[in-house]
């Protein structure tokens, strides 16, 4: 019995640990340009897209190398 729990916190602390490893990069990319400094892209109108496609490329990223290896 203590078995089959340990085991089922396992595979809850995996996903957890998959989905903040997915995160990071995104968050990473965002809190760069959330400071108040002069970063590249800055001042252009459309540098949001560019910046929110970065983070969505690094999350499919992540995400195929994931479950090409079987971890998700």
């Given at each position: ?16 640990t ?14 760069f ?8 892209l ?14 969505v ?16």
């Open positions: 019995m203590v078995g089959l729990i340990n085991l089922e916190q396992n595979s809850i602390m995996k996903i957890f998959l989905v903040s490893l997915l995160l990071m990069p995104p968050t990473l990319v965002a809190s340009y959330g400071m108040n400094v002069k970063l590249p800055a001042g252009l109108p459309w540098a949001w897209l560019v910046i929110l496609g970065v983070m490329m690094s999350l499919v990223i992540i995400l195929f190398v994931f479950i090409r290896r079987k971890m998700l």
